[in-house]
């Protein structure tokens, strides 16, 4: 049962112009968010992160939207550069004294910038 | 700083065999984690450490041991690789549940 949907497993962007993408939560309890990118052959890197308590959260070129009454968030990335091309992985941490830093990962969306 | 070390980086396996994969952390980080990665799909976490001896379940442990012996090695055992334990693995570790994970760069296993 996929907790973290990123039902879009691929996405085409124009250099220069802004990519949004999406991830959708079915577990309530998910209080922690995190956008992680991965290039081909390397492990994923962290890019930004939101709890439940902010709505957005900006770093450069990067922001982050929660939406937590429709259980969504969305990355965008503004300007999309060409060294953005990877696949971007959304990921959520439940609130639960137990929940020991485990993530939920998405299946991850394919990023191509093109010139 | 070398962040996260795993080793190796490739390995073929035949079916039956077993092997280990290890996982070095240098910034003292208490918690350390094992994931596989497979196409079409997020990470998904087999096992994970919350302090030096001390292990537990993720969500797809089956066919896997690990050991944490050493705050800063968390080793990830195969006791009879079996085909579909094929998959990229990464090992990641963080200093505390509300702060990014950082992920080694992964191991490549194909067990024919």
């Known amino acids: 049962d996929q907790q973290v949907k990123q039902n879009s497993p691929s996405l085409s962007v124009q250099e220069g112009r802004i990519s949004i993408l999406n991830c959708d939560y079915t577990?309530?309890?998910?209080?922690?968010f995190l956008w992680y990118k991965k290039y081909p052959a390397e492990g994923p890197t962290f890019l930004i992160s939101?709890?439940?308590?902010?709505d957005k959260n900006e770093d450069g070129r990067f922001t982050v939207f929660l939406n937590k009454s429709a259980k969504h968030l969305s990355l965008h990335i503004v300007p999309s550069q060409p060294g953005d091309s990877a696949v971007y992985f959304c990921a959520a941490s439940p609130v639960t004294t137990d929940s020991w830093g485990k993530l939920q990962f998405g299946a991850g969306t394919q990023v191509v910038v093109t010139p | 700083n070398a962040g996260v070390t795993q080793t190796p980086k490739f390995r073929v396996l035949k079916t039956g065999q077993s092997m280990t994969l290890l996982c070095a952390q240098d910034?003292?980080?208490?918690?350390m984690y094992w994931y596989r990665q497979d196409p079409g799909m997020g990470l998904r976490l087999i096992h994970y450490?919350?302090?030096?001896?001390?292990?537990a379940k993720g969500e797809v442990p089956d066919g896997y041991n690990v050991s944490r012996l050493k705050k800063q090695n968390f080793l990830l055992g195969l006791e009879s690789a079996a085909p579909s334990q094929t998959s990229v693995y990464f090992c990641?570790?963080?200093?505390?549940?509300?702060?990014?994970?950082?992920f080694g760069p992964g191991t490549r296993l194909t067990v024919l």
């Open positions: 450490s919350v302090g030096e001896g001390t292990t």
């Open positions: 939101i709890s439940s308590i902010k």
């Open positions: 577990n309530s309890m998910f209080d922690y």
């Open positions: 990641a570790s963080t200093k505390g549940r509300l702060n990014e994970q950082f």
């Open positions: 910034m003292n980080h208490e918690y």
